[in-house]
């Protein structure tokens, strides 16, 4: 859909023509398009939105689009639309809002619900329970095929998903049955007969990171909630699980890029909120780079004997910091993968300094060849060689140790990712450098 046609219809006020857009339109798609009008266009073209898909566009609306619609609603149009919202989804609006319009959507529910809202908004931050659903399809383990469709035809357009069915007794999840199992299978079997009992389930206080790696790892569509009794309290779904994901990559990435994570996307974010979020860690960044600026300064007696040292210190210092961002990248992505987990440290540690060892000697051979060709100073071809080779086997080694141990202290291994690494890799690769060349050289320290 062009922008621009749909905003200078909306301009123009051809609603009819407006509103028949959007009836053809996917919900995210709307969202999307929202975006770019101002208050009152906004306000007006969700007016137009057909009834039965409203819900689902508000529900994909950044959370200040969210918040202006709920402050110049009715009481009608808030109560109908929070009627068709999820309720996971309908608890993820008031995590972003002002108290005061909490209060507000609060009292425009049902008692029932908002009792529903309240258990979930009282779960751990990042858990399970505090993104799951209670609106799924229950069954009985003596309920037929032909009952069990039946139930789903009744009750299924307020539940979350119907492809997965949940067999319970007492509040006991005993089994599973899918829609597939219920269209394909004779109408007088019954669930005890249909369903799966090899269950893969999460409890209220699982983390959301690994309830969402359940997902990728089992490829569900669904998967049950239990509580700390062993009952069946709700359910995570795979859109949820994908929100999930994208929120720990996005975190991950940012902690990596020595950014402080934010919920805001990038232009939500004022000016001052991204520099404050940077100046943190560029601070400790540029407070640690000072101990390389005093081991420089300790050799700067070397430095007057045989300046030309000094002009292969950016290319060591480059080459370590690069070297050691590579080898935490591949195992931040492998911790995350649960690909590697502490107990494989000595295991990396042994790869890695192999790695680095084949590719210390041949970037040492590349780079002593340019030194002779452009110097001819074999003496410093092979300091700078033997330089690079430990500053690369350092550098890996601390590439891939910090991630896991960040893990292993349950820190996020993100955190030690490219720029703190960098700094600690520049330190030491000056420190090897001038080391091996006082030595080679036989200069005063």
């Not at 709307?30 to 975006?35: Q, V, Y």
């Not at 195992?331 to 210390?360: N, P």
Request: proline fraction near 2%; charged fraction near 20%; include cysteine.
């Amino acid at each position: 859909m062009n922008k621009e046609i749909f905003m200078e219809l909306l301009r123009a006020r051809e609603y009819k023509a407006v509103r028949s857009i959007l009836n053809v339109m996917n919900a995210v798609d709307i969202a999307t398009l929202m975006e770019e009008l101002e208050d009152k266009e906004l306000a007006l073209a969700f007016r137009l939105i057909p009834k039965d898909k409203a819900a689902d566009v508000f529900a994909n609306m950044n959370s200040s689009m969210q918040s202006y619609l709920v402050e110049i609603f009715t009481e009608k149009e808030l109560k109908e639309l929070l009627n068709e919202m999820f309720l996971d989804d309908t608890v993820d609006l008031l995590e972003d809002l002002p108290a005061n319009l909490v209060t507000r959507i609060l009292e425009s529910v049902g008692q029932e619900k908002r009792q529903q809202i309240n258990v979930l908004l009282n779960y751990p931050e990042d858990s399970a329970g505090s993104v799951m659903t209670t609106e799924y399809v229950d069954l009985r383990k003596h309920t037929t095929v032909a009952q069990a469709i039946s139930h789903i035809k009744r009750t299924g357009i307020h539940k979350e998903t119907i492809y997965t069915c949940y067999v319970l007794e007492n509040r006991r999840l005993i089994g599973i049955v899918t829609a597939k199992d219920l269209l394909t299978m004779d109408d007088s079997m019954t669930m005890e007969e249909l369903m799966e009992t090899e269950i893969i389930s999460v409890t209220t206080h699982t983390d959301q990171e690994e309830v969402a790696k359940l997902f990728s790892k089992y490829d569900l569509l669904s998967i049950p909630v239990l509580d700390t009794g062993g009952l069946m309290v709700g359910i995570v779904t795979v859109d949820d699980a994908m929100d999930v994901l994208e929120e720990e990559t996005t975190e991950d990435i940012t902690l990596m890029g020595a950014v402080t994570p934010s919920e805001k996307s990038y232009f939500e974010t004022s000016v001052f909120g991204h520099a404050k979020n940077r100046i943190i860690w560029l601070l400790l960044l540029m407070i640690s780079a000072t101990f390389t600026g005093l081991i420089i300064t300790h050799y700067e007696s070397a430095f007057e004997v045989l300046p030309l040292l000094v002009s292969f210190i950016p290319m060591l210092m480059d080459t370590g910091g690069n070297c050691g961002s590579q080898s935490s990248t591949l195992i931040i992505r492998g911790l995350a993968l649960d690909e590697i987990q502490f107990s494989d440290l000595f295991r990396v540690i042994f790869k890695e300094f192999r790695i680095s060892l084949i590719v210390g000697v041949v970037l040492a051979a590349a780079n002593g060849v340019r030194i002779l060709i452009m110097y001819k100073n074999a003496s410093i071809a092979f300091v700078v060689g033997c330089s690079l080779i430990v500053t690369i086997v350092i550098s890996k080694m601390i590439g891939c140790t910090l991630p896991m141990l960040a893990k292993k202290l349950n820190l996020d291994p993100a955190i030690m990712a490219a720029p703190l690494i960098t700094t600690i890799v520049d330190a030491c690769s000056v420190m090897v450098y001038f080391k091996i060349a006082t030595a080679v050289f036989h200069l005063a320290a």
